[in-house]
């Protein structure tokens, strides 16, 4: 079986030890290397990907643009793993809202297994949130949200080298690309603009954090979404990003195009003045 074969069939961990002996033989072979680095994306393996990247550059040079593109990706998903982890706190595009201290706290009582304290910061949560509603791929849709917990309120998006996280009630429409390649089904490029007024293109990640540590390889190519318990009702997401619309579950690559309605709340005192 050829590694495209193997791709398409779900083998990912196959296809990395093939594509270790295939680059043995043949350590120039451009295909090859490229193939190993996408796999070794999907692997979580940030830094060895990172020296294949180089490794990619200094091959090919008219491949420069490209390279610097996955090189910043990268460090956005070294970022987020961060976050993950409870090092950092998320990056936000402009001022965090109001409540975002309310979903700081939530995710280290669920952390700690605080349920009965994360019961109450995510009833404070819920209420502190404004409603979110408008048409998803035309269709008209109230209450848009991330069925992960610790994400609840927020999209991650990747801009260059930063990790963000994007309220929903800030957004104003989002635009997401259809696959094209292996690793759009990783990194799917997108573009938004919020209330605020910012405009960006940027990548969306397909699967959810920490992903790549899954053992269910089906899980780790985003080609299915499963939860896991973090107490009480609480889970949080692995495999592909889905999100509860309008009461409904829907995969992040079955949108293309969102426009939201005004909430009213996202704009700040000093826009207004």
């Known amino acids: ?7 398409k069939n779900g083998q990912l961990d196959e296809t990395r030890r093939q594509l270790v002996e295939i680059l043995k033989k043949s350590p120039a072979d451009p295909g090859s290397r490229t193939l190993f680095f996408q ?21 090919d040079p008219g ?27 998320a990056s936000f595009p402009g ?3 109001a409540w975002a201290e309310l ?13 009965a304290a994360a019961r109450e910061l995510l009833e404070r949560l819920e ?49 997401i690309e259809p696959p094209a390649t292996w690793l759009d ?24 954090p920490d992903t790549c540590l899954e053992k269910d390889e089906r899980l780790r190519l985003g080609r299915m979404t499963d939860w896991a318990a973090l107490g009480g009702p609480y889970t949080r997401g692995r495999g592909q990003h889905v999100f509860e619309i309008g009461g409904e579950d829907v995969s992040i690559l079955d949108i293309r195009q969102v426009e ?7 704009i700040s005192d000093e826009e207004n003045n």
């Open 95 to 97: 001022e965090p809202p």
């Open 260 to 266: 939201f309605n005004f909430s009213g709340t996202e």
């Open 185 to 208: 089904l990783l990194w799917i490029p997108a573009s938004l603009t919020t209330w605020q007024g910012l405009t960006m293109n940027c990548f969306l990640p397909v699967l959810y």
């Open 63 to 89: 491949r420069a643009a490209g390279v610097e593109v996955c090189r910043k990706l990268i460090q956005a998903e070294q970022e987020r793993s961060r976050v993950a982890a409870g090092a950092c706190n």
């Open 127 to 175: 209420a502190a949130l404004p409603a979110v509603s408008g048409r998803v791929n035309g269709n008209p849709f109230s209450g848009f949200r991330e069925t992960d917990t610790l994400l609840l309120p927020f999209l991650e998006v990747f801009a260059h080298e930063r990790y963000l996280w994007v309220p929903f009630t800030s957004l104003r429409e989002l635009s």
């Open 39 to 59: 796999t070794l994306c999907y692997c979580g393996e940030w830094e060895k990907a990172g020296r294949h990247l180089e490794a990619i550059a200094a091959q």
């Open 1 to 7: 079986m050829n590694i495209k074969e193997l791709i």
């Open 103 to 115: 979903s700081y706290a939530l995710r280290e009582a669920l952390k700690h297994k605080k349920i």
